[in-house]
């Protein structure tokens, strides 16, 4: 069996420290700004995901906690539990 080492950036929410999104999975790409882009345009969309703020935190999409609805909330974002309800303001 042949194997070889292969790196690649994961993303960390910068409130939390998790690694992975809401579905259970942990996004990693071949740069670090390839995997915000991954992680703040879920399935190609910027109204779902994680939240690149101004200041530049990279915040999970976790929905139950103040501090994460605060930052995407103070970015435009509101994101609730249900997908269809995440909306750009």
């Known amino acids: 069996m042949a194997t070889r080492p292969v790196a690649c950036f994961?993303?960390?929410c910068d409130l939390c420290?998790?690694?992975e999104t809401s579905e259970g999975y942990?996004?990693?790409g071949p740069t670090e700004q390839a995997v915000i882009d991954i992680v703040t345009?879920?399935?190609g969309d910027p109204s779902c995901g994680?939240?690149?703020?101004?200041?530049g935190r990279l915040?999970?999409?976790t929905v139950d906690d103040t501090a994460h609805k605060?930052?995407?909330?103070?970015a435009g974002k509101t994101?609730?539990?249900?997908?269809?309800?995440?909306?750009f303001t």
């Open 70 to 74: 605060t930052a995407h909330e103070e």
């Open 17 to 19: 420290g998790t690694s």
């Open 26 to 28: 942990t996004p990693h």
């Open 41 to 43: 345009e879920k399935w």
């Open 50 to 55: 994680w939240t690149h703020t101004a200041d």
């Open 10 to 12: 994961i993303a960390v």
């Open 79 to 87: 994101i609730t539990s249900c997908a269809m309800t995440v909306t």
């Open 59 to 61: 915040v999970c999409d």
